[in-house]
């Protein structure tokens, strides 16, 4: 029923920046609480930003906190994650997520429908 499309990743220079764009189609996206998560090679699947369905409450991984912004657009049904400063380490597949029945967490079994990710690759 709900389907999601990220855009927007690439490759970028250390300190750089780069908007994440998540499509989302099959619903109104003010029904859902949204989330942002990626994934290295190799490593778990973790939970970056998340926000309610009135935008009210929000979070971030202590990794992230002060360099990424997570933002809705329910108008638009579009979702953005800003990041900043990128490091290294940030490099992953990002992926957006749907959640109707919690309000904002960073645990990927808490959300309904995913999105295939976009690259994220942070290099000199």
């Known amino acids: 029923q709900v389907q999601l499309v990220e855009s927007g990743g690439d490759l970028v220079q250390p300190g750089g920046s780069l908007r994440l764009s998540c499509a989302v189609s099959?619903?109104?996206?003010?029904?859902?609480?949204i989330g942002w998560f990626r994934q290295a090679p190799g490593k778990e699947r973790e939970g970056v930003s998340c926000?309610?369905?009135?935008?009210?409450?929000?979070a971030y991984a202590d990794s992230v906190t002060g360099r990424f912004t997570i933002s809705r657009d329910n108008a638009r049904n579009t979702v953005y994650l800003d990041m900043n400063s990128l490091k290294p380490e940030d490099t992953g597949v990002y992926y957006c997520?749907?959640?109707?029945?919690?309000?904002?967490?960073?645990?990927?079994?808490?959300?309904?429908?995913w999105g295939q990710g976009t690259q994220v690759t942070v290099s000199s």
């Open positions: 099959g619903s109104s996206l003010d029904a859902y609480a």
């Open positions: 997520a749907t959640s109707r029945r919690v309000q904002c967490v960073l645990r990927p079994t808490a959300y309904d429908y």
């Open positions: 926000l309610s369905k009135r935008g009210v409450n929000g």
